[in-house]
């Protein structure tokens, strides 16, 4: 079992920088406009040639509701019959991407984001997933990973019960805080009782796992009421917590200029928020799977983390970073062997695109040997906390010490401090470094310097 995370407030101060979550590597700063279809066909080729599995992800753009904290590419619309044309571009890219990969592949993995998934309605929900089903080899022995995004608000027991129909057997839920202010204060009124009964109804209907995302740093939020919440949500019994730590960044994101700066709580609030979630989740159970996520001792997450099979991709932490993703729908990325891609994020650009028969596909990157390795390098870190030099030399052909000589000093100054300890033949991320693993990746990014460091989120 891994040692709990050990919470040291100067190090903290120290090392609470802005920096990527490297859910890839390179970042999706990186991507440029030359990566266009023609690459994407070429790596879906050699996908085929070499019949991976699959993920798919899919993202559903459209809200009924805005709440002000949201950075995700989203449609605020409650014109219902905005879906159709989207859903019938969706599922023109589905047979274009399809008929360059194999039957064989399998899906292992199947996610549906947004926006609000269940803004679509019944029906389209069926159609969709009966023409994934048509080009896609999903599995129908309820063995895959099948999950999809929830609003409580938007979902009832008939709702629950056609996606497991359809399939699906996770469900992630966003709560986000449960005090009524700080609800008003972000234009998300969401009620604990609305919440339980999705999750009554997930379990009731045997969804195999159930996430609950919370954000630290929301307008009105204090030490207290925030613990009340968490307090709540461990009452709730989920499988997997997201808590994640709101960026403020209005410039960024047009919805968080609704929010009264001066309402936020100070950084030692959050802080204290968060050193008293760590310590509610750890006494109630939970394990500290890294970048804000926490899992039950018998989630597939943490038994991966003990094995060292954990991988992290653009859906997060995953049992199934072997599987090529293919991301479908307006602003979706795709990671296909050595090429990441993402498809145009303006909803007209998207649609018209494909109307003309094209994929969207607007920008990308190929990774490189030198991304390659240190890609290996900050997932073996993020994942599980250690990395073996002899286990990369071996895979890329090189001496770690003397590939990364640069970098020695700063690694050195971070084991003076106590976030990791470097031996010759290893790192380890010890218990005080475990949050603020991004800052021991981060050592290891080359493009960090030539980033403008206000695009990404603090550590903490």
């Known amino acids: 079992m891994l040692d709990a995370i050990r919470w040291d407030t100067d190090l903290i101060r120290r090392y609470d920088l802005a920096g990527p979550r490297y859910t890839s590597y390179p970042t999706a700063v990186q991507f440029h406009s030359q990566v266009g279809t023609f690459d994407l066909f070429h790596a879906l080729r050699d996908s085929r040639k070499s019949l991976r599995p699959l993920s798919l992800y899919v993202h559903v753009p459209f809200c009924a509701n805005i709440c002000y904290y949201c950075a995700c590419n989203k449609v605020i619309t409650k014109d219902r019959g905005r879906a159709l044309p989207y859903l019938q571009r969706l599922e023109q890219e589905i047979q274009l991407i399809a008929c360059h990969l194999d039957p064989a592949q399998k899906v292992e993995q199947l996610h549906f984001g947004g926006g609000t998934p269940t803004f679509l309605s019944h029906d389209e929900l069926r159609q969709l997933m009966a023409h994934l089903r048509k080009h896609f080899n999903l599995l129908e022995d309820d063995s895959g990973d099948y999950g999809i995004e929830i609003d409580p608000r938007e979902a009832d027991w008939s709702t629950m019960g056609l996606l497991r ?4 057997n996770r469900v992630s839920i966003g709560l986000q805080d449960l005090d009524p202010a700080v609800q008003r204060a972000v234009n998300r009124l969401q009620s604990l009782e609305e919440t339980r009964a999705v999750i009554d109804a997930a379990r009731t209907l045997q969804f195999r796992s159930i996430n609950i995302d919370l954000i630290y740093g929301l307008p009105k939020q204090t030490p207290e009421n925030f613990a009340r919440t ?7 019994q989920p499988d997997r917590l997201s808590v994640f730590n709101y960026a403020h960044l209005p410039e960024r994101f047009m919805p968080q200029r609704r929010i ?16 008293r979630t760590i310590e509610q989740l750890t006494a109630a159970g939970y394990r500290y799977i890294g970048m804000d996520h926490f899992a039950l001792p018998d989630d597939e997450l943490a038994i991966a983390q003990e094995e060292e099979t954990l991988q992290r991709n653009f859906q997060g932490y995953t049992t199934h970073g072997h599987c090529d993703l293919i991301g479908l729908g307006v602003s979706a990325i795709s990671q296909i062997g050595d ?41 073996q870190l993020i994942c599980n906390f250690s990395l073996e030099f002899a286990a990369i030399e071996q895979q890329f052909n090189i001496d770690f010490q003397g590939y990364f000589g640069a970098l020695w000093p ?5 084991a003076s401090d106590g976030l990791i300890e470097l031996g010759r033949e290893r790192i380890e991320v010890l218990p005080a470094g475990r949050l603020l693993v991004r800052s021991v990746c981060m050592v290891f990014d080359a493009y960090l310097e030539q980033q403008n460091r206000q695009r990404f989120s603090r550590v903490i």
């Open 165 to 168: 129909e359809l399939g699906f």
């Open 230 to 236: 968490v307090e709540e949500v461990i009452s709730l």
């Open 260 to 275: 009264n700066g001066n309402e936020l709580p100070a950084p030692a609030q959050k802080l204290e928020m968060l050193e």
């Open 339 to 379: 090429l990441y891609c993402q498809n145009s994020s303006d909803l007209n650009a998207y649609q018209n695109t494909l109307a003309a028969a094209q994929l969207a596909t607007s920008r990308g990157l190929v990774c490189n040997a030198d991304d390659r390795l240190r890609r290996a390098v900050i997932q």
């Open 410 to 414: 700063q690694l050195q100054g971070m």
